[in-house]
C-alpha cells in the first residue's frame, strides 16, 4: 500500500526532554512537510523540504528540528525550546511543490502531550 | 501578511440541504485553491483543486467556485447526509500549502 506514516500516534514527553516524530513515505514524493494542529485550529507549517538535503523553515519554526537524509523519511524533533509542545502533529507529502497545484497527502498525525 | 479566513463558527444544517462554505484570502494571488476534509484525530483529506482560471469545479455532489477579484472560494455540498459532518479547510499554494482553519459541518438527520 502507498501511503504515508506517521509514528507514534501518541507520545507523552517530560519537561525538558526532547522528542523525535516519525515520518516515511512511499509514494515517492519529492516534497515533504510538518504542521501542527493545535484543537479548534487550523494547521500551522513548521518545516518544509522539497528535496533531500535540503529544508526549509516554515511559520511555527522555533523549537523544532528537522532532517531529511532520504527522500522517504522526514523526521521531526520538538526540543526542550519549544515551550508549548503539547498539539496534534501532522505530516505531509506532495509530488514536486514547484508544480503549485498537486495535492498532499497526509499521514494519521501524531498527538504529543507534555506531562 | 497572507491571510486565509474560513468561518469559524460551525455551519449546522438539515440532511438533504446544501451546505455553503466560505474561504477568504487577502494579500495573495494564488494560482489555485484546495479543500480538505479533516475527521476528528485523522489527518486532512484532498477533495477538490481549483485553477484561477477556473471559475467552478465539480465532483459529485461537491462544487467548488473560486473568484479571484472578490479573493473568495465557495464550497458547496449538495444533498447533504450526516456523513458529510466534518471539518472543511482550504489551502493555498505559497512556500508551502497554507491552510485556513476549517469550518466545521455538522448534518442533521
Known amino acids: 500500500d502507498g501511503g504515508i506514516t506517521q509514528s507514534p500516534k501518541y507520545l507523552f514527553r517530560k519537561e525538558g526532554q526532547n522528542v523525535t516524530l516519525s515520518c516515511e513515505q512511499n509514494?515517492?514524493?519529492?516534497?515533504m512537510y510538518w504542521y501542527r494542529q493545535d484543537p479548534g485550529q487550523g494547521l500551522r507549517l513548521i518545516y518544509y523540504?522539497?528535496?533531500?538535503?535540503?529544508?526549509q523553515k516554515g511559520d511555527i519554526a522555533e523549537g523544532y528540528s528537522v532532517s531529511r537524509e532520504k527522500k522517504e523519511s522526514f523526521p521531526l524533533t520538538v526540543t526542550s525550546a519549544q515551550k508549548n509542545p503539547t498539539a496534534f502533529y501532522l505530516c505531509?507529502?506532495?509530488?514536486?511543490?514547484?508544480?503549485?497545484?498537486?495535492?498532499?497527502?497526509f499521514g494519521q498525525g501524531t498527538r504529543l502531550t507534555v506531562v | 501578511s497572507q491571510k486565509i479566513e474560513q468561518n469559524s463558527e460551525a455551519l449546522n444544517i438539515q440532511e438533504g440541504k446544501t451546505a455553503t462554505l466560505t474561504c477568504n484570502y487577502t494579500n495573495y494571488s494564488p494560482a489555485y485553491l484546495q479543500w480538505y476534509r479533516q475527521d476528528p484525530g485523522r489527518g486532512p483529506v484532498f477533495l477538490l483543486l481549483i485553477r484561477e482560471n477556473e471559475k467552478e469545479k465539480r465532483k459529485e455532489r461537491l462544487k467548488v467556485t473560486f473568484d479571484t477579484t472578490l479573493k473568495q472560494s465557495l464550497f458547496h455540498i449538495t444533498a447533504s447526509q450526516p456523513a458529510d459532518s466534518a471539518t472543511y479547510l482550504c489551502a493555498l499554494n505559497r512556500r508551502a500549502l497554507t491552510f485556513g482553519s476549517g469550518t466545521r459541518l455538522q448534518v442533521q438527520p
Open positions: 505531509a507529502s506532495s509530488e514536486d511543490r514547484s508544480r503549485m497545484n498537486t495535492e498532499a497527502f
Open positions: 523540504s522539497q528535496i533531500v538535503n535540503d529544508f
Open positions: 509514494l515517492n514524493h519529492d516534497a
